[in-house]
C-alpha cells in the first residue's frame, strides 16, 4: 500500500477527524480547512472535485455541513464536520495506514505536490492532451483522452485522472490564452457524450467563452440549477457575458442562486438589471436581499409595497419570512395566507411546500412541535424538489431528537 492508492475520499475523512470539536454547536473562528476550498487545497484537487466527493459523503451519512464564521473571514461559509459513521470509519483508515507504515499527515499535505514536468519537453500533441486534461476540474476515465507519447497524464488505481490543482493551474497559466479556450470548449462538447453534468459544461462553455450556448444552457438547466446553488455555479454565471436577448430570464435565475448562497450584492447586481424591464422581480429580490442581510424590516417594506401594486404569492411569502424573522408570528401567518389565497384564485401550487415550511417554522418558535412536524410532514408530500425534502428531513430529525434547529 502507498500513499498514491488512498482515494480522495479517504483522504478527506482522515483530514476531517482532525478537528473533532468543530460541529454546528460551534459558531465562531472555524478553520478555513474545513470550507469546501480549504479541504480541497488541503488534498490536492480542484474546488469541484471536492464537492463532488463532500455530496457523496454527505448523502452515506458520514459527514454533513453548517454556515458558521471562518476565521479571518468577514462573512458566514459552509462548514464540513464528520457525523459519528464518518468518525469510525476514519478511525478505521488510520489504523490500516498506520500499519502499513504510512504516515497519516504526510498522507494529507498533498499541497507541496512538484509537477515534476519539464513544459518545453513535451511534444506538441502531448501538449494538447495534457491542456485538455488540465481544465477538467473533475476526475475523469484517462481512456477518453487521446494517448500520449510520454505517458504523462497522471491517473489513479482506477484509470481516473488526479491532477493537482499546483500542476493544473501551473500548466494553463504557461499556455496560450486561446489555447486554453480551445481546451475548455473541447471539454464542453465532452461532457455531451460522457456525462449529464450540465454546471461542469455550463464552466467550460463560459470559459470558451460561448456564451450563447452557455445562456441557452443555464435556461435549459434552470430547475437542476436552482436545485443545487453553489457558490462555484455563481461564480461561472458571474463570469459569463450574458446575451442581451435573454438578460431577464439570466439574471433572475442568477438571483435566485445568489440569494441561496447568501452573495446578497451578487443578489443586488441582478435586481439592479432586472429594473429596467419594468417588472416587479427587482423588487422581491431586493427585499429578500435585505432580509437576508439582516434588515428585514426594511425587506418587509419592500415586500409589502410590492404586494399592494401587484400581488402575488412571492411577495406575501417574502414578506411572511421578514416578519417570522421580527418574530411577528401572527403577522406572518396572515401574509401566508394571503399567499395561499393568490395560489387559490390562479389554480397554481407553485411555493405550498415553501409557505408549509414557513408555517412549521412558526409552529416550533411557539413550542407547538406536533404541529411544527405535521406542516414539515405535508411539506414533504406535496414539495418536487429533492434539496427541500432533505432540509425537511433533516429538520424533522433533529427536532424528534430534541436538538434545536433553526428556520430562518
Not at 478537528?19 to 487545497?41: V, W
Not at 495534457?130 to 473533475?138: E, N, T
Not at 497524464?153 to 490543482?165: E, L, N, R
Amino acid at each position: 500500500m502507498s500513499i498514491e492508492n488512498a482515494t480522495i475520499r479517504e483522504r478527506a475523512l482522515l483530514h476531517l477527524s482532525r478537528f473533532p470539536d468543530m460541529n454546528p454547536n460551534e459558531m465562531f473562528n472555524i478553520p478555513f480547512d474545513l470550507t469546501q476550498d480549504g479541504i480541497a487545497s488541503v488534498l490536492g484537487i480542484s474546488r469541484a472535485h471536492a464537492s463532488l466527493e463532500l455530496k457523496k459523503l454527505k448523502e452515506t451519512g458520514k459527514v454533513d455541513d453548517w454556515q458558521a464564521h471562518i476565521r479571518g473571514s468577514a462573512s458566514k461559509r459552509k462548514a464540513y464536520y464528520l457525523l459519528p459513521e464518518g468518525f469510525a470509519e476514519a478511525d478505521l483508515l488510520r489504523e490500516r495506514f498506520e500499519k502499513a507504515g504510512i504516515v497519516i499527515d504526510a498522507l494529507l499535505d498533498m499541497k507541496r505536490c512538484d509537477p515534476g514536468i519539464m513544459w518545453e519537453n513535451l511534444s506538441v500533441k502531448d501538449k494538447e492532451t495534457f491542456g485538455l486534461a488540465c481544465v477538467f476540474r473533475i476526475s475523469i476515465p484517462r481512456k477518453t483522452l487521446p494517448e500520449t507519447s510520454t505517458g504523462v497524464i497522471p491517473a489513479d488505481f482506477y484509470g481516473m485522472t488526479c491532477i493537482s490543482d499546483i500542476v493544473r493551474e501551473k500548466y494553463l497559466s504557461l499556455a496560450d490564452p486561446e489555447k486554453v479556450k480551445d481546451w475548455h470548449s473541447r471539454a464542453a462538447d465532452w461532457w455531451i457524450d460522457n456525462g449529464a453534468d450540465d454546471q461542469e459544461r455550463f464552466y467550460h462553455l463560459v470559459k470558451a467563452g460561448r456564451n450563447t450556448e452557455a445562456c441557452k444552457l443555464m435556461l435549459r438547466g434552470s430547475e437542476e440549477f436552482l436545485e443545487n446553488p453553489n457558490e462555484d455555479l455563481l461564480a461561472a454565471a458571474k463570469e459569463m457575458t450574458v446575451i442581451p436577448k435573454y438578460s431577464e430570464s439570466i439574471y433572475n435565475i442568477r438571483a435566485k442562486i445568489a440569494l441561496e448562497c447568501l452573495d446578497v450584492n451578487d443578489a443586488l447586481v441582478c435586481a439592479d438589471v432586472l429594473a429596467d424591464f419594468m417588472t416587479n422581480d427587482a423588487d422581491l429580490i431586493r427585499a429578500e436581499a435585505h432580509m437576508l442581510s439582516g434588515d428585514a424590516e426594511r425587506g418587509l417594506k419592500l415586500a409589502s409595497e410590492t404586494f399592494g401594486k401587484s400581488p402575488s404569492s412571492r411577495a406575501a411569502l417574502i414578506a411572511a419570512k421578514c416578519l417570522f424573522r421580527m418574530k411577528r408570528y401572527e403577522d406572518a401567518l396572515d401574509r401566508l395566507d394571503s399567499s395561499c389565497e393568490v395560489l387559490s384564485n390562479n389554480n397554481d401550487a407553485t411555493g405550498i411546500d415553501d409557505i408549509l415550511l414557513l408555517r412549521a417554522g412558526i409552529a416550533y418558535d411557539r413550542g407547538k412541535i406536533d404541529e411544527s412536524l405535521g406542516y414539515l410532514s405535508k411539506a414533504k408530500k406535496v414539495s418536487r424538489k429533492k434539496r427541500t425534502k432533505e432540509r425537511i428531513d433533516a429538520l424533522t430529525k433533529n427536532i424528534k431528537s430534541g436538538k434545536r434547529v433553526n428556520f430562518g
